[in-house]
């Protein structure tokens, strides 16, 4: 398996959309401004648009930008509401556990 990750990967940000054609999967770290950032904007249409299946991982500490899912549900634009948040996906919850850090 593949795994692009924006940040280190996406060599020029005008090919955003390109690299969202090419991934299968779009997973979505939830917390507090995602749906603020224009380039994760641009990311979620772009998946949205071409019907890709999502995973969706919400921060839990709040220190860190977490916020309960209908905080995130309430900044997410209402356009991407129902492709992001819609259907039985339940969102992977991410703990961060401090031994488990000092591991990978």
């Keep these: 398996m593949k795994v692009f990750l924006d940040i280190d990967d996406l060599e020029d940000v ?12 779009i997973l979505i770290f939830l917390s507090r401004g995602y749906f603020a950032s224009r380039n994760c904007l641009r990311e979620a249409h772009a998946a ?3 019907a890709k299946p999502l995973c969706l991982v919400l921060e839990m500490d709040e220190a860190k930008g977490g916020a309960p899912l209908a905080a995130m ?15 039985k996906r339940a969102p992977i919850h991410w703990h961060r556990v401090a031994d488990l850090q000092l591991l990978t």
């Design 14 to 25: 005008g090919e955003l959309e390109r690299y969202i054609r090419q991934t299968t999967v």
């Design 48 to 50: 949205q648009q071409l």
């Design 73 to 87: 549900q309430a900044e997410c634009p209402d356009e991407l509401r129902p492709y992001v948040f819609g259907g």
